[in-house]
């Protein structure tokens, strides 16, 4: 049994114990491991099966950044202490200043800007550091100060990282190739109104869940799927289709859960499903999003590894079903914070990687983005780590489909999933439809530039049908069209092929 200890210097040490509690250590292989965060005199003891070295993440509060999940270094045990403060603005700061070493060698080209926010948070970080034993109070506050200048410098490197290979790709091409891509439902009649989506996107990825294909057991509807696809083409865009099966309780068919916990017979199922729908389009749809969320946590009494084989099984069929065409598998909650409480063992980046050594013929992975949203989206983070996060899955060797919901309110919503909420408190101020446009112009610029991303996805057209993500859509509960919208037509028109 191991443990870290840190020193909780911030003056309101009790306010901040539930988010301490989400704290979350990962080792070598970058895979969060269980924490048992215990509290004894204003010293927070995190203890984990392993004693090796690691590094410890909590979400932290910082002025003008919300309550982003932030990273100390990579630390050793020891008897004494660690002021986490401090060792939270070292983190970050290491991250942010060997990753601008390392892009400088590569040619980016920075602002002045960027450098001076930089001595701002080196000097803010040698007071915090070299006060921490005399002045306690003045240490967190530098410490502090600290991290708002490096998330500060993050996203100012982050911004020029993705003008310039922006930039550097459109210089060798008019329009990039990247699909930017909007998910719509099976049904044609809740589509937002309207001609113009080829204005903002050249592709759709149209849903095609078991629910929604096979309400009745051993009877497939396909009169909605056949329609939105039509109409998908003849707006001349390039059509995904999927998931087909995605492990999310609202997804799948209200007499599944007569087979809860029977393996044998939920398998024969998805192989039935798989085969009757690859085969009855094939040629016809080039990308399937086959499986989703597999692994992630407890659905229809499945353990981690009979998930595992139901998903490798559905892509070889699909396989068999139609040669010709691309599959992909997809992952929630990519950072995998949620690991350190889960008994599933894997993880999001793991079970990839898993699945790609399987060599079952994976065409692509898909990462589902929902930041600032409970489960199954993802803690708050900033631009800079949603870049490292993408280099990082990259390591797969294969094209990145990234999905990418945003909120645009914190009021309830209705039609949303009412086990998933938004998180405000995660946020720099309320989410709203301004917030909405800002930050999603940043991520989707970002995951359009990185050469190995195949397509990024709005994953959610409208509030105004049922929907996963409360107020994340583009278009309004009265169908009118969000200030995002008219950035992405802008976006497509003058980078996007």
């Not at 889960?342 to 983005?369: K, N, T, W």
Request: glycine share 8%.
């Amino acid at each position: 049994m191991g443990v870290l200890k840190f020193q909780l210097t911030s003056p309101d040490p009790a306010s901040r114990l539930a988010d301490l509690r989400k704290a979350y250590v990962t080792g070598l292989d970058r895979t969060p491991s269980r924490l048992s965060v215990e509290f004894r005199q204003g010293v927070m003891l995190c203890h984990r099966e392993a004693s090796e070295s690691g590094r410890l993440f909590v979400p932290w509060p910082v002025e003008g950044h919300g309550t982003p999940i932030v990273g100390t270094a990579t630390l050793a045990e020891r008897r004494e202490p660690y002021n986490l403060a401090v060792e939270l603005a070292r983190g970050k700061l290491n991250d942010v200043r060997n990753q601008l070493a390392d892009w400088r060698q590569m040619g980016l080209r920075t602002p002045r800007e960027l450098d001076a926010v930089l001595r701002r948070a080196v000097a803010g970080f040698i007071k915090a550091a070299t006060s921490a034993s005399t002045d306690p109070g003045a240490s967190y506050a530098a410490a502090q100060t600290s991290l708002a200048a490096t998330l500060t410098a993050g996203d100012m490197l982050a911004e020029a990282y993705t003008n310039q290979v922006l930039q550097t790709r459109l210089s060798g091409s008019a329009k990039l190739p990247t699909q930017l891509t909007l998910a719509v439902d099976a049904d044609p009649r809740s589509a937002p109104p309207g001609g113009d989506w080829g204005q903002a996107f050249n592709s759709a990825r149209v849903s095609c869940t078991w629910k929604t294909l096979a309400p009745s057991e051993g009877q497939y509807r396909w009169d909605e799927f056949d329609a939105q696809l039509a109409r998908c083409r003849k707006q001349h865009l390039a059509v995904q289709a999927g998931p087909l099966l995605e492990f999310r309780p609202g997804a799948l068919p209200d007499w599944i859960w007569l087979w809860e916990g029977d393996f044998e017979t939920i398998l024969g199922l998805v192989v039935d499903l798989v085969r009757q729908t690859v085969q009855r389009y094939r040629g016809k749809i080039p990308v399937w999003h086959l499986v989703h969320r597999p692994a992630s946590g407890d659905v229809l009494g499945l353990s981690e590894e009979e998930q595992i084989r139901i998903t490798a099984r559905a892509v070889q069929v699909a396989r068999q079903a139609d040669p010709g065409a691309q599959f992909t598998v997809g992952v929630e909650r990519p950072w995998a914070e949620w690991m350190g409480s889960s008994p599933f063992q894997l993880g999001p980046l793991h079970l990839a990687d898993y699945l790609v050594r399987a060599d079952l013929g994976l065409a692509g992975i898909a990462i589902e983005v929902a930041p600032g949203y409970s489960a199954p989206g993802s803690h708050l983070r900033d631009l800079f780590d949603f870049s490292k996060l993408l280099d990082l899955y990259a390591l797969l060797n294969l094209p990145i489909y990234v999905w990418l919901t945003l909120p645009s309110s914190a009021r309830p919503d209705p039609l949303a999933d009412q086990s998933v909420r938004v998180e405000s408190g995660q946020w720099p101020s309320p989410p709203d439809e301004t917030s909405q446009a800002n930050w999603g112009a940043r991520w989707v610029s970002l995951a359009a530039a990185k050469p190995f991303v195949r397509s990024v996805t709005w994953a959610q057209t409208s509030d105004a049908v049922p929907h996963l993500y409360p107020n994340g859509g583009l278009f309004r509960a009265d169908q009118s069209p969000k200030p995002l919208f008219s950035w992405l037509k802008t976006f497509r028109k003058e980078r996007i092929a």
